[in-house]
Structure formats: C-alpha cells, structure tokens
C-alpha cells in the first residue's frame, strides 16, 4: 500500500476568534487533517518559548502531527485576530513572530529524505529567515509532489516569493479571488480564470496540476490536457475557517494513492464540506467519517 509521508512548511499560530482562542495556522491544520485521513505527517515550524508555544506543542502532540521539525525560539508564538462577517474569515495577523524565524540550521537533512510530498503556503516565507529555510527544503529535499497553497494573506507577500513558490510545486491551488490578484501581480492584467491557468502552465513547466476552489461550488481543476469542474454538495455552514486546509489535505491524501485528480477533488471537496458544517479549524472526524475517507481514497 501507497504510505508517503508529508512534510508541512509553516506557521502555527493561534486564532483569537470572539473573545475565544483556536490552534491553528493553515499548515498545521493541513497536517493535522491529513493524520485524521491516515497519513503521517509532520511540520517543519517554529513556536516561541512563551507559553503559547508550550500550548501550541501540546496540541501538534495531541493531534498527531509530528514533531521532527519543530523549533523553539525567543520571539512570541504567532497570533491572529479572526473576525467573521456571515461566517466568512478576514484575518489581522501579528508580525515579527517565532514562525518568521524557522532557522535552516535547524532543519535535520537527513530526515528530510524520509518524507515524498512536502506542502507549504505563501504567509510563511514574508522573513527573510524563514524564506531561506524553505528555498534549504527545496535544494535539500527530494519530494515527489510538492503542493503550494497559495492562501493570500494582506500584506504578506511578494511577486518574487510568488513566482519562487509556482517555481517549486507540482500542484498548486488558489481560490477564485485569489486567480484575480495574482494575474494582476504577476502579468500586470486581471485575467480570467482560463486564461490565468493556461499562461501558468506555460510559463512553469514543474507544474502537473491546477486547483481553483469556489466554496461552496467545488473547484476547476486543470492539467496541460483536461479542464473540469468537479461540484460540491451544499452544506449548512457554521464556520469557514480550516475547510481549505481539510480540502488540501483529504485532495492530496487521495491523489498520491491513486493520481486521479477529479477523485481527489471530489473527496476534498466531501472533507471541505465537513469541516464547515462543524465548528473549529480541525474537528475530530468521527470513525465512521475516517472509514469512508479510507475506503473512497483507495488506489
């Protein structure tokens, strides 16, 4: 049986939602919900030695999530402020934190080789010290498939980390928002969606695969040779916050068994939906929910 093992790049954090604080960080909740899909996985990060950062190792502890990777340092653990307006999340996100500051010299090389796909976003790289940590991954590493989700935060990117990440992955997935931005950024025109995706196919070669994701309207998937719309079913929402993260997880989780893309869309899109008709980033998948994961991700 398939059993690569994921590798996460990126911030752990805590959400500070209505008074009430919530782990998370999108590459941890991906971590976190590829473990409740069966697969080990573990996060190249780092936690300040506060005592957020001792609660924030207790629960990549509790939640499965490996630990190989995690560093400790003097700077706070990182913190957002979440406000949700009809349950969609706009986020402020606190500078200057211990995630801003992975140290390559940290990262163990070796380990590195145990590990086939390797996953990471963009808000991480805004240091200069951890944007050197993951361009180490990169030339250290020899992954199979590396995801990019992209997951645009404000004020936290650059065109260069942009093009460096699209220069990396294999597979990359952005939103539909995010396909204006980033046609704009990067070729200086707001393009439509087919036509973003075909010219970034063109311009990086290492790139297999395309995700747009539409909430509730499932996601566009696009190779060099199909285009198709894979349809979510609607869900009661409660909150929206981790349900992209579940997606990448329970898409990749499906794709590296079987490297079918729309079977992968559809089961991410069934996990998607699962997070946002519970509340929190990482709801504990009931037995019976894991069982079906298992059974339809099966190559």
């Known amino acids: ?10 911030e752990v954090l805590w959400d500070f939602i209505e008074g009430y604080k919530h782990f998370g960080g999108a ?12 697969r080990e996985a573990s996060i190249v990060t780092a936690v300040g030695t506060d005592k957020l950062g ?3 190792v207790e629960e990549m502890i509790k939640l499965g999530v490996g630990q190989d990777f995690v560093q400790r340092n003097s700077h706070l653990t990182g913190r957002v402020m979440v406000f949700l307006e009809e349950g969609q999340p706009t986020y402020r996100i606190r500078n200057d934190v211990a995630y801003d500051y992975i140290e390559q010299s940290g990262i163990d090389t070796a380990k590195l080789n145990e590990y086939g796909a390797f996953y990471f976003g963009t808000l991480a790289q805004r240091h200069p010290v951890s944007k050197a940590a993951m361009d180490f991954i990169m030339a250290r590493g020899s992954f199979n498939t590396i995801f990019y989700d992209v997951n645009l935060r404000r004020d936290a990117y650059t065109k260069e980390v942009i093009e460096s990440s699209f220069g990396y992955c ?10 204006r ?10 393009m439509s969606q087919d036509d973003f995706t075909v010219r970034l196919l063109a311009d990086y070669p290492n790139i297999d695969l ?20 894979v349809s979510a079913k609607m869900m009661l929402v409660k ?6 993260d579940a997606f990448c997880a329970a898409f990749l989780n499906t794709y590296l068994r079987t490297r ?21 980033a990482i709801p504990i998948y009931p037995e019976k929910f894991r069982r079906k994961i298992e059974i339809l991700s099966a190559g």
Not at 170 to 179: L, R, S, Y
Not at 239 to 244: E, I, N, Y
């Open 260 to 280: 079918d893309a729309r079977k992968s869309a559809r089961i991410g899109n069934m996990v998607g939906g699962f997070v946002v008709s519970e509340s929190g």
């Open 210 to 229: 395309l995700i747009i994701t539409g909430g509730g309207q499932g996601c566009v998937i696009r190779t060099r040779s199909e285009h198709y719309k």
């Open 54 to 56: 001792d609660q924030a």
């Open 181 to 190: 931005v980033l046609s704009s950024l990067l070729y200086e025109a707001e």
């Open 170 to 179: 294999t597979i990359a997935k952005m939103n539909d928002e995010e396909v």
């Open 27 to 38: 590459p941890v909740n991906f971590a976190a919900h590829m473990v409740q899909c069966g």
């Open 239 to 244: 909150d929206s916050v981790g349900a992209g």
């Open 1 to 10: 049986m398939e059993n690569t093992k994921v590798l996460a790049f990126g």
